[in-house]
């Protein structure tokens, strides 16, 4: 059995990287949310919907993530 081992060590990359980026994502999203809880008195659209717009990519990459995984939904 032969192994491809830069190709191992890409698929390991890019699913580190991956991983870091969504964590990233979801701790900017957590803390903007949290933003206008430490001020009450000062609400600020633009950082809730910045919130928003990160869980929004966060929940986009994990339903990739799940189409990727489970062939039924590619016809693989």
Known sequence: MDLDWTALGSVALVGVGATVALVVVFTLGVTLLA????DPEEH?????????????????????????????????
């Open 35 to 38: 933003g206008p809880a430490r």
């Open 44 to 76: 600020h659209t633009a950082t809730r919907t910045s919130a928003v717009l990160c869980f929004t990519a966060c929940v986009a990459a994990a339903l990739y993530g799940l189409y990727l995984v489970v062939p039924q939904f590619h016809g693989g």
